[in-house]
Every structure is written in structure tokens, then in C-alpha cells.
């Protein structure tokens, strides 16, 4: 007999305090449900209370882990410490098929280069084919920078099991990210296309880093 208890978790739930009990739970972590199952073989039925009530142990207590990070979605500072050495490197290229004749190549329409490090310098780069590069200088408060560090610590993004996610073969047109973070002396690097160009389910893990490099990235154009 096999005993499936599936846990699904509403789309607002997906927060960054939320994303690493997600990858400790399941083991197929980019799914967005949580599953638990439990295969027995029954051999008395005086035996069933006692498996049911052991098999929901686990999802019990992954609910109650689950809900205070759920009711509380702002990433503790307190995840980062003061001697934590941080350096971030987000690359956003804006890509279009074009055709060579008998083969096809991604051309980039434009690229954004946004590099951050612990001391809080960010230096942003746009690029745009036959056009001068735009480059500009700034320096982050130290809350920006250790609010980044808690946010990569406390989400799990160090310990993500992918490093590439592409788009899919029949997109012509769409955004692709390369994101390189060293923490510590320890380096991440992935690159995945935006949602609605692949069909592969890119991880809040991902998109929550994603949204808050793109807000410096829009601050840098600002100033």
C-alpha cells in the first residue's frame, strides 16, 4: 500500500525565508509542491493506525517549521555576519535570434553588467551594439551590501544543485541572466533564461537574488 500526503503551498508563499526549508524537504527541490511519500507494505490491519499517524510526523513538522517563515517573509539582517566577504556579478543580456543562412545565432540587442563588493562599491556597465558603453560608479550603504549577504545566506543559494537553465529551442527572442556570487571565499555561478522563455521552473532561490539586483540596477540608472 502506498501512502501519498502532498502539502501545496499557495503562489505567495514562495518567499525567500521559505525557499531553504523548501530544498531541505523535497529532494526534487524546483517542483512547487512538497511531497512526502511513504511506500509500506501492510501485513496487519491493526498495524495501519500506528503507520499513519508515524508517516505524518515528518509532514507535521514541516508545516510548523513552514509557517512562521511563511507569516514573516523579511530576511533577518542577523543571517549575515560582520566579517562575511561578499562579491556579486549579474550579467542580464537581452538576446535575439538571428539567422546566418544555414545556422541560427543568439545576438545580444543589450547587456547590463552590475558588480557589487563587501566594501559596498557597485559599478554598473549598459551596453548596446554600435552605441558607447554608459558606466557608472557608486557606493552602496553597508545596509544594502549586508542585506544582499543575509539574503544569498539565509536562502540556501550557495548550496543550489544547478548551474544552467536554458530557454527553450523555439524562443526567438528573450532575456537571459549570468550570475556569479563568491561568499567567503566559495563561488556560485549560474545562468538561466527568464520564465517565459523556458519551460524549466526557475526556483524562488533564483528570482528572489534576480529582484533585488535589479532594483540596484534601476538605482543605478537613477543616479
Known amino acids: ?9 499557495p503562489g505567495w508563499a514562495t518567499t525567500p525565508r521559505i525557499t531553504q526549508i523548501q530544498t531541505w524537504i523535497y529532494s526534487n527541490w524546483y517542483c512547487q509542491k512538497i511531497r512526502f511519500i511513504i511506500n509500506s507494505k501492510i501485513h496487519c490491519v491493526m498495524a495501519k493506525p500506528i503507520l499513519i499517524i508515524g508517516a505524518s510526523i515528518p509532514v507535521i513538522f514541516a508545516i510548523l517549521i513552514a509557517i512562521p517563515m511563511i507569516m514573516n517573509p523579511q530576511i533577518p539582517f542577523s543571517a549575515a555576519n560582520a566579517d ?95 550570475l ?3 561568499l ?11 520564465q517565459n522563455a523556458t519551460s524549466t521552473f526557475v526556483p524562488p532561490l533564483i528570482s528572489n537574488v534576480e529582484l533585488e539586483l535589479e532594483k540596484l540596477i534601476d538605482y543605478a540608472k537613477q543616479n
Open 184 to 194: 567567503n571565499g566559495k563561488t556560485k555561478h549560474i545562468q538561466w533564461a527568464e
Open 180 to 182: 556569479k556570487v563568491t
Open 84 to 178: 562575511d566577504k561578499i562579491n556579486i556579478e549579474l550579467i542580464k543580456y537581452d538576446l535575439k535570434k538571428t539567422s546566418l543562412g544555414v545556422t541560427d545565432r543568439l545576438a545580444p540587442q543589450k547587456s547590463e553588467i552590475l558588480t557589487i563588493s563587501d566594501d559596498g562599491a557597485l559599478r554598473y556597465t549598459l551596453t548596446v551594439p554600435d552605441v558607447s558603453p554608459v558606466e557608472k560608479s557608486l557606493i552602496l550603504p553597508k545596509g544594502n551590501v549586508t542585506k544582499l549577504t543575509a539574503l544569498v545566506k539565509e536562502t540556501g543559494f550557495m548550496q543550489l544543485p544547478i548551474d544552467n537553465i536554458s530557454a527553450d529551442e523555439s524562443q526567438t527572442e528573450f532575456t537571459k541572466f549570468s
Open 1 to 9: 500500500m502506498t501512502l501519498s500526503i502532498i502539502v501545496a503551498l
